[in-house]
T-cell receptor, first 109, second 112 residues
Framework: KDQVFQPSTVASSEGAVVEIFCNHS??????FFWYLHFPGCAPRLLVK?????QQGRYNMTYERFSSSLLILQVREADAAVYYC??????????????FGSGTRLQVQP | SQTIHQWPATLVQPVGSPLSLECTVE??????LYWYRQAAGRGLQLLFY??????ISSEVPQNLSASRPQDRQFILSSKKLLLSDSGFYLC???????????FGPGTRLTVL
């Protein structure tokens, strides 16, 4: 079965750089997406792509079957759930994203 | 610009009662539409997706159903709710398929 794997919890301290790792076993998946989710709110896209990329404090590394989200200068307000998702490099109208189960980031002051 | 709406924002229903959650998208045509559920302490679970009017695919067998009566309207329904149906329901759209999914504000459903 196609799956996306990520740790359930990651802990960090304020001001540090935190890395959240993701890998997948989805056939033909090519693109990674990283979403930020505060429970009770709409998930928000942070960064995406099929190559390393950066959006503000968020960096995404890229390998064919794995990606890491790096959050620079972590703040207490970054404490949330981070979802990794993958998608095919071409589409046939079928479902687009396969999500991991989410990583809860804990930030210690 | 595109906007996605969901209602109601919160809902408390007794076991065995029916359910209807609605999602509408503005500012785009023929989007892919999705229903997700986040149960307490768990990740996002894809329930249904639709590539067009009347075209629904189910990812998980359960007592829920979905319909797409119009291009930009997606409805999640149940004839009889179960306690296990409690959770946070999110609607999302993508255009074109395979690209970024944009999520609605969600509906918090509590089944008592």
């Amino acid at each position: 079965k196609d799956q996306v794997f990520q740790p359930s919890t990651v802990a960090s301290s304020e001001g540090a750089v935190v890395e959240i790792f993701c890998n997948h076993s989805v056939s033909n998946a090519y693109n990674f997406f990283w979403y930020l989710h505060f429970p009770g709110c709409a998930p928000r896209l942070l960064v995406k792509g099929s190559k390393p990329s950066q959006q503000g404090r968020y960096n995404m590394t890229y390998e064919r079957f794995s990606s890491s989200l790096l959050i620079l200068q972590v703040r207490e307000a970054d404490a949330a759930v981070y979802y990794c998702a993958v998608t095919l490099c071409w589409t046939t109208g079928r479902r687009a994203l396969t999500f991991g189960s989410g990583t809860r980031l804990q930030v210690q002051p | 610009s595109q906007t996605i709406h969901q209602w109601p924002a919160t809902l408390v229903q007794p076991v065995g009662s029916p359910l209807s959650l609605e999602c509408t998208v503005e500012g785009t045509s023929n989007p892919n539409l999705y229903w997700y559920r986040q149960a307490a302490g768990r990740g996002l679970q894809l329930l249904f997706y639709s590539v067009g009017i009347g075209q629904i695919s189910s990812e998980v067998p359960q007592n829920l159903s979905a319909s797409r009566p119009q291009d930009r309207q997606f409805i999640l329904s149940s004839k009889k709710l179960l306690l296990s149906d409690s959770g946070f329901y999110l609607c999302a759209w993508s255009d074109p398929p395979g690209h970024t999914q944009y999520f609605g504000p969600g509906t918090r459903l509590t089944v008592l």
